[in-house]
């Protein structure tokens, strides 16, 4: 639906991380009115609607994307069904009523719980901010295959994680710096770099407000189903900690991060010793 300059600008004022919802219901409340253009008289109904009765809007819980699906040539990973996956897990929690029950008063957007997907590591969809966040990521690994020294990878990464010395017969590659972008696999002629792993990179904990928080990063990339494994966890996490509906991160500031990652070890003992007990049976 087309817009005019005027209501795009004053939705362009609205917070970016309820920016694509508020999008939508000003389209839904030009359509109802049977207009072909949205024009600003739909976003004041909106507004008016959304500041009068903002605990309608709010579904307990965000799932956000990048742009990657609609053709982005960044892509490191190219998983369309993820994000519907994700909300999928959380909608069968339901999860606004359970911030109903630890929320003291009114719910609002922030006590929302937030899922940031993005499909490389330029994080358009701000994954540090989220309470968890996925980056796509490709693990590049040097093989013995014979480099032609054409320095491509060198050129094409922006971390400045490879180098190619005068007395090496290939590539070093700097892992502290390395995104897992994938870039450097691409462009490399000769296979002397392949992608060893395909995934999720995870961060946890993020967020704005009066005391802004950056994610922490989880170790490791992780598959698919991995990832949608430490989403459970986190949720589990939260349920079990949650006090009156404040973010993950809050948690994590009580907390921290090892709280989280001993959920993992718990887990994870506990796959190990059904899987011995299935031996010895």
Known sequence: MRWTPEAEKAVERVPFFVRKRVRKRVEEEAFRSNAKLVRIEHVQRCKERYLNRMEDEVK???VETCFGPSGCPNRAIGDDEIAGLIEERISR???RAFLEGRVRGTLKMHHEFRVSVSDCPNACSRPQIADVGLLGAREPA???E???RCDACVEVCREAALSLPEDAARPVLDTERCLFCGQCIDVCPTGTLREA????RIVVGGKLGRHPRLATPLQGIHDREQALEWLDRCLDFYRDRSERGERLGEILNRTGLDALTEVEKGAEGSRRKKTGSGRHS
């Open 60 to 62: 307990g819980y965000q």
């Open 93 to 95: 929690r339901d999860w």
């Open 142 to 144: 040097l093989t013995d």
């Open 146 to 148: 014979t480099c032609s």
């Open 197 to 200: 792993r395909r995934g999720y």
